[in-house]
């Protein structure tokens, strides 16, 4: 069994005349500590696949099962525990805490962990340290992300969801959080899911799926990972 597996996951929205297909019948296995990208264009069905493996959303039909649960069989206490225990979350937007240090924003996360990462150490990995006492109105955007992924890593999450991390960043900045994701996956070992539109994205993945109207059009391994430094876009 894979750790994460997701069968026959459709999801709609909408009633009646109004009702749309978002997803049309999903599946996908996924392996343990694997750097998985979800890719497809706006409406193609992937933050909504996120969101239902994240527990967020509900399927109307099939399951997502890690390592062996069915999120769909678990009562609301026992899946916001699951969340709590199992996944970190990273959005395109920060949602950082203004007035807390960038250590007391990532310190927030280690509170909902039985198992949290040490956080000076993490601080040196994100490239924080020297900032670990300033506000996030003082921080860039790339360091206001940074910040953002050390509070979901510090809970050591089996799973990492990330949800477009770079899609308010430039390139730089951009080309930086991926090699601290590529980083984090491999020092920790974390799974990391992560939904992009960015085709260029796909080097750096072990596994790439790709979505289109609400349906997988491909879901590969690949065999020729390239390092985010050798990526360009």
């Known amino acids: 069994m894979s750790f994460v597996e997701i069968k026959g996951l459709k999801k709609s929205y909408g009633e009646g005349e109004a009702k749309a297909m978002v997803l ?29 493996i994240g527990g967020i959303d ?21 899946l916001t525990m699951y969340r709590r225990n199992h996944l970190g979350y990273v959005f395109q937007m920060y949602n950082l805490i203004p007035n807390l240090t960038v250590q007391e924003n990532i310190e927030v996360g280690s509170y909902l962990s039985k198992k949290p990462l040490e956080v000076g150490s993490l601080l040196k990995t994100l490239g924080l340290y020297e900032h670990k006492d300033k506000l996030p109105t003082q921080l860039s955007g790339g360091q206001q992300q940074r910040t953002a992924i050390g509070r979901a890593v510090i809970k050591n999450p089996d799973i990492l969801l990330c949800d477009e991390p770079t899609g308010a960043l430039d390139y730089n900045t951009s080309k930086e ?17 992560m939904v992009t539109h960015n085709d260029a994205l796909k ?11 609400g349906l997988i059009s491909s879901n590969k391994i690949n065999e020729k990972k390239l390092s985010v430094e050798d990526l360009e876009w």
Request: net charge negative; glycine share 10%; with cysteine.
């Open 24 to 52: 049309k019948g999903v599946d996908i296995a996924i392996e343990k500590g694997e750097l998985c990208v979800l890719l497809g264009p706006s409406g193609s069905g992937k933050s909504t696949l996120l969101n239902i």
């Open 58 to 78: 509900n399927a109307d039909e099939g399951y997502v099962s890690i390592n062996g649960e069915k999120t769909a069989d678990m009562n609301e206490k026992r």
């Open 177 to 193: 959080i991926l090699a601290l994701l590529e980083r984090i996956n491999k020092e920790y070992g974390n799974t990391i899911i």
């Open 203 to 213: 080097y750096m993945a072990d596994h790439v799926v790709k979505l289109r109207d």
